[in-house]
């Protein structure tokens, strides 16, 4: 019913109540009809989001997308515009309006993409198709298994008969089914027979087929006999419902079924599931010792207490830990006391607060690849911090420095609308001129310049700079001239910001900053290569010795792009293409898409200028698909502009106006992995 639905309408909402099954169904589909779409299916998990403010950050980051616009709908739209693509938007309820506005631009914009929902709640957009799903079907009422004539017993290989129906016959109902197949991973060999096909159907007709309080009953039989987890359920409802003229509402159901198995849990594990609750993206073995241990649960025994949940199917576990079901976390949550939640909200920010400090990739370290890999796995705890530092003012300054640690984490991921939202909120929160404000103003400035926001970013640089210049924060002025040297810049004042990135070099040197130098040198090298090439050449070398000698490989691909930038700009073609297909090996395998998109740039170059133009041309498709992807263009850097242009313009005359656009076009359709294998071909060949 689902897939012919969806085959008439752009839009299918899959509606129903907590527990009913949506998210399982639209899994399922998306697995099903993937190879349908030519451009794939995706989806996008927004139930761990606290705020709708984030869906097209969480959009862009399942489409790989960087926001280097501060339009990202805008960028959004665009990309799928041209897309045949099932987009799957997964727990929608609690994101209201903003959710439906978006769609309704996308489906307007995107005419070949097809949009899947999940919600309590229509969107009430035109065209929308709603679908309720149904809990899973139960076996009707009727007396239970007959004895054959014969008067013999039948064992349970035989198609008892039961309510005029065979064994077999009540297997095929899909509630009983997922009784069975969750029953079996508790109690191995345990399968539907005479004896106690009476029970099974009682139970999951009892649990109205809602799939999670199925789930959470089979768990029990872990450790109550199948006839005695009938007998609790019956009895629990019965008292529920004694009195009321019909049978208990669904989601009354669930509830009574998720009480029903909290008060079975022991009280550690109640403690340990209600604590676990504030972690909308899971927690590993290590973060659920560190955070919820103490106040009732020693530290030892959290590992026994998580193996415990799990059995119960309370918790799920993955390669990354351990994950509670959207509906299991909300009850969690109401289960924490006014005091447990002051001391969860305070150890859970304390947790993720240092975890932003101690995976810094603004440093020279060797795991700087590791702790980029840490902080995207952990964004939805992170998330979750944030949004609970932002909303309880005594906490906002410790959200915004948070915020202000995972700077170059915005910046490498692309997630800048969502870095200067953090940022922006905290700012508003934290009037006073100390150092959490100086360091989000120069932060939240550098995010906009990444966008093409110069007016956004001028004023916050200027109130930067004036708290940088007073007594005691001698530290953060280089960071503020710094800033000014890439917003002067992008603002074509060249020879100004040179000067301003010199003399934020010189001042962390001065401080024996040697993370700062790194910085500067980068972006002295950078975007020096165009006003100075030789000087941009000698920053580029220190940069990349620093980055070798401490063995920090993400940074080390940077400084090979853009020394081989300043090369280029010398005339030496050979030894900029020698160091810029080194950086595209280790973007590539890294899925840098950054420093990828700039280094097929700088590749098509380097073609251009051995007359191989339509491999050049290749080149500029490839890294076409990717500069739309981030929502930016090489004409907006300006070590990138005319270098740009000079190489579209040779190849175009070159091949002829038709042979360029249709090696382009062939570029733009490589996808990653195939223009990454392309452009470092002759390298390798060599």
Known sequence: MARKALSKARLLTLTGTGGVGKTRLALRMAELLRDKYRDGVEVVELGPLETGDLLE???????????????LTGVLVDFLSAKRMLLVLDSCEHMGEGCARFVERLLRAAPHVQVLVTSRQSLGVYGEQVLKVPPLPVPGPGPGPR???????????????????????????????????????????????????????????????????IELAAARLRTLSLERLADELDERFDVLGAGAPTALPRHQTLRATMDWSF???????????????????GADLDTAEDVCSGEGIERLDVLDLLAGLVDKSVLARDETGFRMPESLRAYGSEQLTPSEQRLMRGRFVGHYRELAEAHRIDQLVPDQLERYRVLRQELPNVRGALETCLSEPPLASAGLETASAMWCYWLLSGALTEGRYWLERGLDLVPEAGRARATALWVDSMLALRQGDVDAALPLLEECHTIALRPGNEDILPYAVRTAGVAAFSSGEGRRGLALLRESLAL??????????????????????????????????????????????????????????????????????????????????????????????VLAWCAGARQEHERAAELLGAAHALWQAAGASPERLCYHASSH???????????????????????ARLGTGRAVMYAVRPAQAS
Not at 57 to 69: I, N
Not at 263 to 281: I, K, V, Y
């Open 508 to 601: 962390h040197r001065a401080l024996d900053d040697l993370d700062g130098v790194l910085f500067s040198l980068y972006f002295a090298a950078a975007y020096g290569s165009s006003e100075d090439p030789g000087q941009a050449a000698e920053f580029g070398e220190e940069l990349l010795d620093l980055c070798e000698s401490h063995h920090s490989l993400v940074s080390r691909s940077y400084a090979q792009l853009v020394l081989g930038v300043a090369w280029w700009n010398l005339g030496d073609c050979a030894r900029a293409e020698a160091l810029v297909t080194a950086a595209t090996e280790f973007a590539g395998a890294s899925d840098d898409r950054w420093c990828l998109v700039q280094c097929l740039e």
């Open 263 to 281: 008060q079975l849990c022991s009280a550690e594990e109640q403690r340990l599931w209600a604590r676990l609750s504030m972690f909308p993206g």
């Open 147 to 213: 004895l054959p004539e014969s008067g013999r017993a039948p064992d349970d290989r035989m198609e008892a008969p039961c309510t005029g129906r065979t064994v077999r016959e009540v297997a095929r109902h899909a509630a009983v089914r997922l009784f069975l197949e969750r029953a079996a991973k508790v109690v191995p060999g345990f399968a539907l027979g005479a004896g106690n096909v009476e029970r099974v159907v009682r139970l999951v007709r009892r649990l109205e087929g809602l799939p999670l309080a």
């Open 57 to 71: 950050p969480a959009v862009a980051a399942a489409l790989d997308l960087q926001d280097a616009s501060p339009d």
């Open 645 to 667: 242009v000079r190489c579209a313009d040779q190849a175009r005359r070159a091949l002829g106006r038709a042979a360029f656009t249709s090696a382009f076009r062939q570029g």
